[in-house]
């Protein structure tokens, strides 16, 4: 049975930051300059490959003082960038796994914060092992964390796919071996998984 690997955030559940900020700016116009000024998808990488909050907090209300509180609630109110599970991965998940493939996550996210929703989400419950980026102070694409995956797991590549919604993190599985698959929805996920391995 193939190795099913699954990224997290857009892939089986929903992490997005203007969950929080267009509440708290009043519009979502607001929120985008914010996220893509200040709080940069940069900037949250660098938490993501273990660098700690309070540090990247820091570093960058010193250069945009005026947004400091702002900039402190992208942790201290980071729960709040959290939606529901992905529709329909859950049961797509669950009925893969009863058929025997074991499931993986690689996902790129701040230990200090992956932390607060591990044991609360039903999919990550499904997981035969993961790897956090965070923990392991290396993020997707680079390709130690692609062979940590492997090692700790003692996975083959040929026997592994890959489901993420960036093709640069696909593509640093393609690296070592591992096929990938883009994911869009669960949908199409479905239709590709089971052009793949039918369930029935």
């Known amino acids: 049975m193939k ?12 992490w997005d930051p203007h969950h929080l900020y267009d509440a708290y700016f009043g519009s979502r116009e607001k929120a985008t300059w914010f996220l893509k000024n200040i709080c940069t998808s940069e900037w949250n990488a660098q938490m993501d ?16 003082p ?13 729960i709040d960038m959290m939606g529901e599970q992905i529709e329909g991965m859950y049961d797509l998940l669950l009925e893969y796994k009863a058929k025997g493939h ?3 996550g690689l996902t790129n996210w ?40 492997l090692d700790r797991y003692q996975l083959n590549p040929s026997d592994c796919v890959f489901i993420d919604d960036r093709q640069a ?21 479905r239709q590709k998984l089971q052009e793949k391995f039918p369930l029935q």
């Open 3 to 14: 190795n099913l690997i699954f990224d997290f955030g857009a892939v089986l559940v929903d």
């Open 110 to 149: 701040s230990a200090e914060t992956f932390c607060q929703v591990r044991d609360v989400y039903p999919i990550f419950k499904l997981m035969d092992g993961i790897v956090v980026s965070g923990e392991e102070h290396c993020a997707k694409p680079s390709p130690k964390i692609y062979r940590i995956l």
């Open 66 to 78: 005026e947004y400091a509180r702002e900039i402190e609630m992208y942790f201290t109110r980071w």
């Open 169 to 189: 993190n696909l593509d640093g599985g393609t690296a070592f071996g591992i096929e990938g698959v883009l994911f869009t929805n669960a949908a199409e996920l």
């Open 49 to 64: 490959a273990g660098k700690p909050f309070r540090e990247g907090v820091a570093e960058l209300s010193a250069l945009h």
């Open 102 to 104: 074991p499931l993986y």
